[in-house]
């Protein structure tokens, strides 16, 4: 198709806080798929999960300032600022609306792209992006059958193609993320513990100033 801009790379998630397995994954992908850029964007109210235990304003601070020095990775605050649930499918059709020439690449970790038919709405989400997913270490997930239909022979061996079409392809991109979760970042602090070097120093030091996850957390993230 031509006249498309590059593709930009949409990595959500509670961000809960942001850490340094976000970040790495967001560089691999700027880097090696040759992303013009790489948007983190936090969920709200996301419908699998609890409530996030920072507000919408400390996560969207965080990874502010976590990307502050790092070209083409962006905050992308719109599920913080839109009501409701976060689903996905409307931020897509959000960006869609501001981006109609690039192609947009959503990125997840493998155990939950094998969930995606729990998704609202999920069957559309392919017209309106690629999908990318990753390993995620120490997990296992089998893709149920609805899902391997629904993909079909729209899954791709070369990134390059998610250059050449707005939306509908699959790519399974095999650099891992590192074992590093906002669950146990959480958990260390609730405990007493510091979790240097899991997150970026300015964001741990913020965390520490306001006291936020002073009581052990429950919720399993990324």
Known sequence: MAGL???IGL???TFDPIHNGHLRLAVQLRDQLGLASVRLIPSARPPHRDVPGATPGQRAKWIRVAVSSEPRLDLDDRELIRPGLSYT???LTSLREDLPDTPLCLVMGMDVFAQIHT???WQELLDYCHIIYVPRPGVRAQINEEVKA?????EIEDARALGDRLAGFVYHALFPLLEISGNEIRRLIGHGHSPRYLLPDQVWRDIEEIGAYTEPAQAEDI
Not at 150 to 154: L, N, T
């Open 5 to 7: 801009n590059k593709p």
């Open 11 to 13: 990595l959500g998630g």
């Open 89 to 91: 499918i409307d931020t």
């Open 119 to 121: 998704w609202h709405r």
């Open 150 to 154: 629904w993909i079909g022979d729209r």
